[in-house]
Nanobody, 128 residues
């Protein structure tokens, strides 16, 4: 079983940047699809970005929510067993708890219930 620990959250002004890290232990993440989700107060958890363990079934290894496309970048370092989420041009509406998740099966990159393992989350707050 893989365990995930997120870090890198914090308070940033609008327009600023943060890089979230998701450190995995227990198993190598090279065989997992990895995703980032977020949940704002009073809202449902929503998909942010995901990266497949290889070229995925649509021919791309990464996919993003429309709301973050062009501003966020997901990447993975299999040697470090870590996944990153680089967040640029942050907006107040990006404020949420951000969760890292791992998926062993090829079900869906964007549906939260397809993921098997979750981290505890890291708070991102963007001030206006």
């Amino acid at each position: 079983q893989v365990q995930l620990v997120e870090s890198g959250g914090g308070l940033v002004q609008a327009g600023g940047s943060l890089r979230l890290s998701c450190a995995a232990s227990g198993r190598t993440i090279s065989n997992y699809a990895m995703g980032w989700f977020r949940q704002a107060p009073g809202k449902e958890r929503e998909f942010v970005a995901a990266i497949s363990w290889s070229v995925n079934w649509s021919g791309r290894s990464t996919t993003y929510a429309d709301s973050v496309k062009g501003r966020f970048t997901i990447s993975r370092d299999n040697a470090e067993n870590t996944v990153y989420l680089q967040m640029n041009s942050l907006k107040p509406e990006d404020t949420a708890v951000y969760y890292c998740a791992a998926q062993a099966k090829r079900i869906s990159l964007v549906i939260s219930t397809a993921y098997d393992t979750w981290g505890q989350g890291t708070q991102v707050t963007v001030s206006s």
